[in-house]
């Protein structure tokens, strides 16, 4: 009986002492949520962008010490992982990832402790090699520490289950890295301050042109971590200026001109419903034929809300091909058609100029193929570009435009939309744009609609704040 009850004291006492350490104190009362959904997050490449102190890098740490440790409580966990944790440079490594993963670290977990320089008696001090951590399963799990002030050529011929990157990396590591995790179809994450502007990390990460099904992001700022003070933010909030606290608050890219709809987030994104018929407006082209040629099928209520239902976006192709897959769109979308049964559309005016053979326009082709065109749009673009930032916030403050997630060329096209000199944007990428614009542009304010009775409209109020409710 002593010695059972010896051992329920021992049990209790290492009990405590967990409940004491920093990793099972993590998230627990007071909870950041944005930690929380990149932790969840399951897809393979995951990117956190976020200002100073936001919390990025604790969950940078913590996401490395719960896969070596083999503790995750959302991913499968294996009996022993390698990986890499990537810094800027070794005094950075030193100062910020391998301090945050010490941190978090049960002394106990520690197997060895590998130093480049320093005592491993004290490796908070110095510069760790790597660490062998004790896995739950049995086995040693390691986290080596890289600097890419040291090459490309040092990111070679390991097989690894995972790397972190503690802020942004050189592309040619980056991708180096990614072939270390190919044949173990591992995983990477990131969690960086996007302080050098519009970088690789920009298009490929958060715009995600290539359109990858494992790429994820999202942004921290300072007001999602819990456990910052409301005085200090304030403080650190007047003592920056806009374009500081654009990146170091609010982990956002910047430009030198910045966002042309800076308007444009997460409330403006919605997941796809059935839109009834008779919202069912028109459909917008911006042609091209090398260049992408942009389609994006639009919808408006009752209360003058506009929805971009869907898209067909795609270069290189001809005007038989984007034809035919107009076609096919709206066909499963049961798209409304005119009295002769062809699609309508509105179109750059330059699609009515003559083609190359000078026998018809592009406008004439799309006409032959069953759509019909209506290349007379307003092509203003200031006065253009304020009407959609009119209805992606309204004077109350509201939103009033709203694109489906499924559009993922529009919503990266809005991401990446930046102010050139004076007040035109760069044309760069502006295909949705364009389209998007001329749309606005020609929306009619008074557009005939069927007179509803009181009780129809309450339905439609109803229908709508269902869906949105359920998004």
Known sequence: MKEILQKIKRIEREEQRRERSPLYRYNKGKVHKKQMAFHKCLK???????????????????????????????????????????????????????????????????????????????????????????????????????????????????????????????????????????????????????????????????????????????????????????DEVLAMTESMSDDMLESRRYGK????????????????????????????????????????LSCHWYAQDFDGNVYVVAEHYEAKRDVVYHAAKIKEISRRLNWKTDKKGNIEALMDSAALQRTLNGVKSVAELFCEQGISVNASVDKSMYAGINRVKALLKSADGKTKLYVFNSCVNMIREFKGYFWGGGDSPVKRDDHAM??????????????????????????????RSLKRGVL
């Open 44 to 230: 393979r490449n995951r990117w956190v962008f976020g200002g100073n102190r936001s919390g990025k890098t604790e969950c940078g740490a913590v996401e490395t010490v719960w896969l070596s440790r083999g503790i995750h409580p959302f991913r499968a966990n294996k009996p022993d992982t390698s990986c890499w944790v990537v810094s800027l440079s070794q005094q950075v490594q030193r100062d910020v990832a391998q301090q945050k993963i010490l941190y978090y670290l049960d002394k106990n977990w520690i197997e060895e402790v590998v130093m480049i320089s320093g005592a491993k008696s004290s490796p908070e001090y110095g510069i760790i090699d790597y660490i062998e951590v004790k896995n739950v399963f049995g086995g040693l799990s390691r986290i080596a520490f890289k600097s890419c002030e040291a090459g490309r050529e040092k990111f070679q011929g390991a097989s690894l289950d995972f790397v972190w990157f503690d802020e942004e990396p050189p592309k040619d590591i980056y991708e180096e890295c990614k072939m270390r995790i190919l044949d173990r179809r591992g995983h990477l994450f990131a969690t960086m301050t996007p302080l050098k502007g519009l970088t690789w990390v920009h298009d490929e990460i958060y715009l995600n042109v290539h359109n990858s099904a494992e790429v994820w992001c999202e942004f921290m700022e300072w007001a999602d971590n819990p456990y910052l003070p409301e």
């Open 253 to 292: 890219f910047t430009s030198n001109g910045g966002l042309v709809y800076s308007e444009f987030g997460e409330a403006n994104v919605i997941e796809p419903f059935d839109v009834p018929f008779d919202w069912q407006d028109t459909l917008s082209i911006d042609p091209g034929l090398n260049n992408p």
């Open 434 to 463: 364009d389209e998007l614009r001329y749309y606005v542009s020609n929306l009619q304010a008074n557009k005939a609609k069927p007179l509803k009775t009181w009780v129809q409209q309450d339905k439609e109020k109803l229908y």
